[in-house]
């Protein structure tokens, strides 16, 4: 089984910038995508992005499209999430995710995805 670790979440100042990073163990070549997902309290899992780990195009949640950039290190089996221009309602646990997809239609779906990690949380505050 794919395991998961994510690391570089924290607390900024809104205009502020993170990267989030996501190592993966294991079976890797049992998975095709993988994605950031969030959650804030009170709320639904969403998507935030993801990509597929043989390369091709990356996809986007339409809140953070122009301001988050997700990119993925074949060698290393590590995805990351480059937070640029964050504001107060980016605020959330940050999850990584990575599963077998079987078309991008569903790329920043929660439930597509298998095997997820602990999170991370961050903070923007205003």
């Known amino acids: 089984e794919v395991q998961l670790v994510e690391s570089g979440g924290g607390s900024v100042q809104a205009g502020g910038s993170l990267r989030l990073s996501c190592a993966a163990s294991g079976p890797t070549y049992t998975i095709n995508y993988m994605g950031w997902f969030r959650q804030a309290p009170g709320k639904e899992r969403e998507g935030v992005a993801a990509i597929p780990t043989y390369g091709g195009n990356t996809y986007y949640g339409d809140s953070v499209k122009g301001r988050f950039t997700i990119s993925h290190d074949h060698r290393a089996d590590t995805v990351y999430l480059q937070m640029s221009s964050l504001k107060p309602e980016d605020t959330a646990m940050y999850y990584c995710?990575?599963?077998?997809?079987?078309?991008?239609?569903?790329?920043?779906?929660?439930?597509?995805?298998?095997?997820w990690g602990q999170g991370t949380q961050v903070t923007v505050s205003s």
């Open positions: 995710a990575a599963g077998l997809l079987g078309s991008n239609r569903d790329s920043l779906v929660p439930s597509t995805y298998r095997a």
